[in-house]
């Protein structure tokens, strides 16, 4: 199974960028009906305004209408609700987002995971900020990212035999998707994930890092 991810929670600067990112998304979705992708709209947040939010938004709409694509399916990050936010937290509790397919399959077997039959993932975890590395208000924690992921294939009833390829296009600073990963996969779990993250040559060496410390600590516990 391969999940290719198109996270625009931090809106990319350079729109050539984000271009390039959909042709990839493209092409990759057009190898098999086991891959979907699944695009993440931006937030509102303290960097940004309602006005340039729903312009964003609007624009990844249009490309993802202008792929040869299936109509796309919300699956809507669900956050949980937790006793550390108080009344006055403006941290998100949800997020749009879309799975997308090709249109050129006649089925796909994550059309029957809860994420597509719900149109929602999660409840993902919720960390305090002290908790988080890097924070700004656009960040979710490795734990969220972590269980985002999963929830995109529950149900799908994965062995120990399968294998997932999570495909990040647009990594986050911090390659938040990557770590998460890592540390489910450290957890010795049923089912591996393997990461794949077009990472730009300068976050490479700080995320590469924090993974290989990640495992290091893995193996001398």
């Given at each position: 199974y391969v999940i290719c991810a198109i996270d625009c929670t931090v809106w990319p600067a350079d729109a050539n960028y984000l271009a390039e990112a959909f042709r990839t998304f493209s092409s990759i979705l057009s190898m098999s009906s086991e891959h979907t992708g699944w695009v993440q709209y931006p937030l509102?947040?303290?960097q940004t305004n309602k006005s340039a939010v729903i312009k964003r938004r609007h624009l990844l709409d249009n490309y993802v209408?202008?792929?040869p694509h299936s109509a796309p399916r919300s699956a809507n990050p669900l956050r949980e609700s937790?006793?550390?936010?108080?009344r006055r937290s403006q941290r998100a509790l949800s997020q749009p987002a879309v799975a997308v397919f090709r249109g050129n399959f006649e089925a796909s077997n994550f059309l029957v995971s809860a994420a597509v039959r719900l149109g929602k993932v999660g409840p993902c975890e919720l960390v305090r900020i002290a908790d988080m590395i890097g924070f700004d208000d656009s960040r979710k924690g490795l734990g969220c990212h972590r269980s985002m992921a999963l929830g995109l294939v529950a149900?799908?009833?994965l062995t120990a035999n399968d294998r997932v390829l999570f495909v990040d296009i647009i990594p986050s600073r911090l390659v938040e998707f990557g770590r998460g990963l890592t540390g489910h996969n450290l957890g010795n779990p049923q089912t591996m994930f393997h990461y794949f993250g077009f990472v730009p040559k300068e976050d490479y060496k700080d995320a590469a890092n924090a993974v290989r410390d990640m495992v290091y600590k893995t193996w001398d516990n």
């Amino acid at each position: 199974y391969v999940i290719c991810a198109i996270d625009c929670t931090v809106w990319p600067a350079d729109a050539n960028y984000l271009a390039e990112a959909f042709r990839t998304f493209s092409s990759i979705l057009s190898m098999s009906s086991e891959h979907t992708g699944w695009v993440q709209y931006p937030l509102l947040t303290s960097q940004t305004n309602k006005s340039a939010v729903i312009k964003r938004r609007h624009l990844l709409d249009n490309y993802v209408e202008a792929q040869p694509h299936s109509a796309p399916r919300s699956a809507n990050p669900l956050r949980e609700s937790v006793k550390f936010l108080s009344r006055r937290s403006q941290r998100a509790l949800s997020q749009p987002a879309v799975a997308v397919f090709r249109g050129n399959f006649e089925a796909s077997n994550f059309l029957v995971s809860a994420a597509v039959r719900l149109g929602k993932v999660g409840p993902c975890e919720l960390v305090r900020i002290a908790d988080m590395i890097g924070f700004d208000d656009s960040r979710k924690g490795l734990g969220c990212h972590r269980s985002m992921a999963l929830g995109l294939v529950a149900d799908l009833d994965l062995t120990a035999n399968d294998r997932v390829l999570f495909v990040d296009i647009i990594p986050s600073r911090l390659v938040e998707f990557g770590r998460g990963l890592t540390g489910h996969n450290l957890g010795n779990p049923q089912t591996m994930f393997h990461y794949f993250g077009f990472v730009p040559k300068e976050d490479y060496k700080d995320a590469a890092n924090a993974v290989r410390d990640m495992v290091y600590k893995t193996w001398d516990n």
